[in-house]
């Protein structure tokens, strides 16, 4: 029984693995279609461990918005074709996709968090501008609505994972 529970976690993180890597390949897609200058590409462990890519921001706003959403549409249209072919029958890549996306939009730190962030930015050339506009978003309305999505998203994964287990 243990080792059914073992096999599982460590399909449902492998299953992440393969999300997250399609999930940061989108970004690196969108950056060269739109023309965005690639600075770095690696993994970080601060402030909670995260792969990235690292683009020269765009004053085109669409271009931001693009880059910044291409991950999450990524990992959005895997999930309807997976389930869309009847995948999802197996709880376990529907649990995957449910703990990424939750990872994807959580209100702390994610993309989403990142593109309210950004338009917060008076000046983009001053480092600490960013620091400061998000200490601003956390906790703002946008944020709590952001939050309460989040929330709906962990009741469901919740509810999903207490009918497949």
């Known amino acids: 029984m243990i080792w059914s529970y073992l096999i599982d976690g460590l399909l449902i993180g492998l299953i992440m693995a393969l999300l997250t890597a399609l999930h ?3 970004h690196l897609l ?4 739109c023309k965005l200058r690639i600075h770095e590409v690696g993994f970080k462990m601060r402030p909670l461990p995260h792969p990235y890519v690292m683009v020269r921001w765009s004053n085109n706003r669409w271009h931001r918005r693009i880059f910044l959403y291409a991950g999450f549409a990524s990992t959005l249209l895997l999930f309807l074709i997976s389930w869309s072919f009847g995948f999802m029958g197996w709880s376990i890549l529907m649990l995957a996709f449910g703990f990424q996306m939750l990872i994807e939009t959580n209100p702390f730190y994610s993309d989403f968090t990142f593109f309210m962030v950004q338009e917060r930015v008076e000046n983009r050339y001053d480092p600490r ?3 400061r506009a998000h200490k601003n978003f956390l ?4 944020w ?5 999505l989040w929330t709906g998203m962990i009741i469901f994964v919740w509810k ?4 497949s287990f």
């Open 139 to 142: 906790f703002s309305r946008d």
């Open 129 to 131: 501008a960013y620091s």
């Open 144 to 148: 709590y609505i952001q939050f309460l």
């Open 160 to 163: 999903v994972y207490s009918v």
């Open 24 to 26: 940061e390949g989108s």
């Open 30 to 33: 969108a950056a060269k279609v």
